[in-house]
């Protein structure tokens, strides 16, 4: 069974709506619900798969604590791999690594990694 859904704490609920608004179709989720202390994405079409909560923190994220360490989206092919890196890089965010073969997971594994707006790393990875 997937795993029903995680919770991730941001900085700022309005900027990261609207972040992750602008790049969930890319990688198949879609808003589910919306509130003043929270939003969630789900995965688009009614497709099982994990649900994302969004809750506001006082605390910023440090990616060196203990706790999340990135976030990765299985795509369907290479294209949306590609699409989702160009879409992060217009939204201004850090792009850790271009997407590219990654020789050293089991392949085949093609992946992009970038930051949020809060410096959560997340990946856009094709088994294809």
């Not at 795509?75 to 160009?86: G, M, Q, S």
């Not at 020789?103 to 990946?123: H, S, T």
Request: hydrophobic share 40%.
């Amino acid at each position: 069974m997937p795993l029903g859904h995680i919770g991730v704490n941001v900085s700022d609920l309005g900027v990261s709506y609207k972040y992750y608004s602008d790049l969930m179709d890319c990688l198949g989720y879609e808003i589910f619900l919306t509130a003043d202390d929270q939003f969630a994405i789900k995965p688009a079409g009614n497709k099982i798969g994990t649900y994302i909560f969004f809750y506001p923190s006082e605390k910023g994220y440090e990616p060196e604590s203990a706790g999340l360490q990135h976030m990765a989206f299985m795509l369907p092919d290479r294209d949306k791999v590609e699409e989702a890196v160009t879409i992060a890089d217009e939204l201004g965010s850090e792009i850790v690594h271009l997407p590219r073969e990654w020789p050293e997971y089991p392949p085949p594994y093609y992946a992009a990694f970038w930051r949020d707006p809060d410096g959560i790393m997340l990946e856009a990875v094709c088994h294809k």
